[in-house]
């Protein structure tokens, strides 16, 4: 997880206003887990500076909002193949994998980076979590339910240690 925290705190240093957007079906097991860790970081971050949308299937939906909130970065989670054992996190370029997510969402996420990136000029990046069960049904697999509160920790010591610097 050190790995991922420094990875977070290069990508967010000197940022002015971060907007999360956690991504995924709660109908499709583990794709649930990007809105699972924006759920955990609501609960945990009370910081003017961070914005946490729960965008489940329909990111476009809260692009007005994104644009909105003027951010200098904007951190997408979703699951995705990348590779990794059931778990595993990357902090990536999302028009570099867009063969790889696999999301139930409409709009491929290199589009949905690409509108932001033009619209507010922040620097937009992907937290990619490998899912293990991707199957109907409802709730995350035990080690994605783990790889969430990971994620979440990892994000908010990066928040904590990273913002004004």
């Keep these: 997880m050190e790995k991922l925290f420094e990875e977070?705190?290069?990508?967010?240093?000197?940022?002015?206003?971060l907007v999360i957007m956690?991504?995924?079906?709660?109908?499709?097991?583990?794709?649930?887990?990007?809105?699972?860790?924006?759920?955990?970081?609501?609960?945990?971050?009370?910081?003017?500076?961070?914005?946490?949308?729960?965008?489940?299937t329909v990111p476009e939906n809260f692009?007005?909002?994104?644009?909105?909130?003027?951010p200098s970065h904007v951190l997408l989670i979703d699951a995705a193949a990348i590779g990794l054992e059931a778990g595993g996190m990357k902090l990536a370029d999302p028009k570099k994998v867009l063969g790889h997510t696999i999301s139930t969402h409409a709009i491929p996420l290199r589009v949905l980076a690409e509108?932001?990136?033009?619209?507010?000029?922040?620097?937009?990046?992907?937290l990619a979590i490998?899912?293990?069960?991707?199957?109907?049904?409802?709730?995350?697999?035990?080690?994605?339910?783990e790889a969430a509160e990971k994620a979440a920790q990892a994000l908010v010591k990066a928040i904590e240690e990273c913002w004004g610097k």
Excluded: H
Excluded at 8 to 17: D, H, I, Q, V
Excluded at 29 to 39: H, I, Q, R, Y
Excluded at 63 to 70: D, I, P, R, W
């Design 130 to 145: 490998q899912p293990l069960i991707l199957g109907f049904g409802e709730g995350l697999s035990p080690v994605v339910e």
């Design 8 to 17: 977070l705190c290069n990508w967010l240093r000197g940022f002015e206003k």
């Design 63 to 70: 692009l007005g909002k994104v644009e909105e909130a003027k």
């Design 115 to 126: 509108y932001i990136e033009e619209t507010t000029r922040a620097r937009v990046m992907l």
């Design 22 to 56: 956690g991504i995924g079906n709660p109908l499709r097991g583990d794709d649930f887990v990007g809105v699972e860790v924006a759920k955990r970081l609501k609960k945990l971050m009370s910081r003017e500076c961070v914005v946490v949308y729960e965008c489940e």
